[in-house]
Protein backbone atom coordinates (compact mmCIF):
# COMPACT_ATOMS: atom_id res chain seq x y z
CA UNK A 1 0.00 0.00 0.00
CA UNK A 2 1.62 3.36 -1.06
CA UNK A 3 0.56 6.46 1.41
CA UNK A 4 0.83 9.60 0.30
CA UNK A 5 2.88 12.48 2.57
CA UNK A 6 1.19 15.43 3.78
CA UNK A 7 2.91 18.62 2.27
CA UNK A 8 4.97 20.11 5.03
CA UNK A 9 3.80 23.48 5.66
CA UNK A 10 7.11 26.00 5.51
CA UNK A 11 7.50 28.73 8.10
CA UNK A 12 7.06 32.05 6.67
CA UNK A 13 9.46 33.32 9.28
CA UNK A 14 13.09 34.42 7.66
CA UNK A 15 15.94 32.81 9.39
CA UNK A 16 18.68 34.64 10.93
CA UNK A 17 21.37 32.80 11.15
CA UNK A 18 23.67 32.69 7.88
CA UNK A 19 25.07 29.53 6.94
CA UNK A 20 29.06 28.64 8.53
CA UNK A 21 31.85 29.96 6.53
CA UNK A 22 29.73 32.04 4.33
CA UNK A 23 29.70 36.17 4.21
CA UNK A 24 26.66 38.32 5.04
CA UNK A 25 26.74 41.65 3.36
CA UNK A 26 24.20 44.56 2.15
CA UNK A 27 20.64 44.55 3.27
CA UNK A 28 20.56 40.97 5.09
CA UNK A 29 23.63 42.04 7.25
CA UNK A 30 21.58 45.49 7.87
CA UNK A 31 18.73 43.58 8.62
CA UNK A 32 20.40 41.42 11.39
CA UNK A 33 22.16 44.25 12.25
CA UNK A 34 18.71 45.90 13.12
CA UNK A 35 16.99 42.52 14.75
CA UNK A 36 20.24 42.01 16.89
CA UNK A 37 20.33 45.79 18.13
CA UNK A 38 16.51 45.54 19.17
CA UNK A 39 17.23 42.76 21.38
CA UNK A 40 19.92 43.92 23.18
CA UNK A 41 18.32 47.43 23.81
CA UNK A 42 16.18 44.98 25.24
CA UNK A 43 18.41 43.98 28.30
CA UNK A 44 19.34 40.46 26.33
CA UNK A 45 22.90 39.99 26.97
CA UNK A 46 25.42 39.70 24.31
CA UNK A 47 25.24 35.52 24.43
CA UNK A 48 21.09 35.71 24.52
CA UNK A 49 21.46 38.08 21.00
CA UNK A 50 24.10 35.60 19.77
CA UNK A 51 22.13 32.73 20.30
CA UNK A 52 18.81 34.70 18.57
CA UNK A 53 21.20 35.10 15.50
CA UNK A 54 23.09 32.04 15.17
CA UNK A 55 27.06 34.06 15.48
CA UNK A 56 29.98 33.28 17.12
CA UNK A 57 30.35 36.29 20.15
CA UNK A 58 33.01 38.10 18.52
CA UNK A 59 30.89 38.53 15.16
CA UNK A 60 27.84 39.49 17.00
CA UNK A 61 29.52 41.71 19.18
CA UNK A 62 31.39 43.36 16.31
CA UNK A 63 27.69 43.43 14.29
CA UNK A 64 26.03 45.27 17.47
CA UNK A 65 28.94 48.13 17.67
CA UNK A 66 28.45 48.35 13.98
CA UNK A 67 25.12 49.30 14.07
CA UNK A 68 25.45 51.56 16.65
CA UNK A 69 24.25 49.62 20.21
CA UNK A 70 25.79 51.30 23.14
CA UNK A 71 27.34 48.69 24.89
CA UNK A 72 26.44 48.10 28.64
CA UNK A 73 29.41 47.14 31.40
CA UNK A 74 30.37 43.78 32.37
CA UNK A 75 28.30 42.59 34.89
CA UNK A 76 29.19 42.65 38.82
CA UNK A 77 27.18 45.89 38.94
CA UNK A 78 27.35 45.57 42.50
CA UNK A 79 31.04 45.99 43.03
CA UNK A 80 32.10 48.35 45.71
CA UNK A 81 34.09 51.73 43.86
CA UNK A 82 37.14 52.39 45.84
Known amino acids: MITQQSERTVSTK ?3 AAKRGTRV ?7 IGQ ?3 AL ?4 KSVREVLAA ?12 REHGAVMRGRGASGRRQR
Open 14 to 16: TST
Open 25 to 31: SGKERER
Open 35 to 37: RAV
Open 40 to 43: YNKG
Open 53 to 64: IGWSYGATHRLL
